[in-house]
Nanobody
Framework: QVQLVESGGGLVQAGDSLRLSCAAS????????MGWFRQVPGKEREFVAG????????WYADSVKGRFTISRDNAKNTVHLQMISLKPEDTAVYYC??????????????????WGQGTQVTVSS
């Protein structure tokens, strides 16, 4: 069973930065792409960023490109999301997710099979 645990969310002001982390259990972490999604009440969960198993390829939603950076440390089974220049519209619950093998580049939530419990990010104006 895979467990993903997010941390690092909080309340910040517009223009501030935050770094989210996701700790994963399991010995095969480095075999899977990983992703970050976010969701606000009443809306669909939306893709934010993804990273390939070795970390050499990343992809982003247009809304966060240039402001968010996804990275991973396979030795520590962790994936991070560095967020800068945060905007009120970035407010959401952020979820870490494990992608299916071979699904690098995926932006559809159905290509990810394990999810964390989420961490709240609130950006005030």
């Amino acid at each position: 069973q895979v467990q993903l645990v997010e941390s690092g969310g909080g309340l910040v002001q517009a223009g501030d930065s935050l770094r989210l982390s996701c700790a994963a259990s399991g010995r095969t972490f480095s075999s899977y792409p990983m992703g970050w999604f976010r969701q606000v009440p009443g809306k669909e969960r939306e893709f934010v960023a993804g990273i390939s198993p070795a970390g050499g390829v990343t992809w982003y939603a247009d809304s966060v490109k240039g402001r968010f950076t996804i990275s991973r440390d396979n030795a520590k089974n962790t994936v991070h999301l560095q967020m800068i220049s945060l905007k009120p519209e970035d407010t959401a619950v952020y979820y870490c997710a494990r992608g299916q093998i071979g699904a690098s580049g995926g932006r559809n939530r159905y290509g990810y099979d394990y999810w964390g419990q989420g961490t709240q990010v609130t950006v005030s104006s």
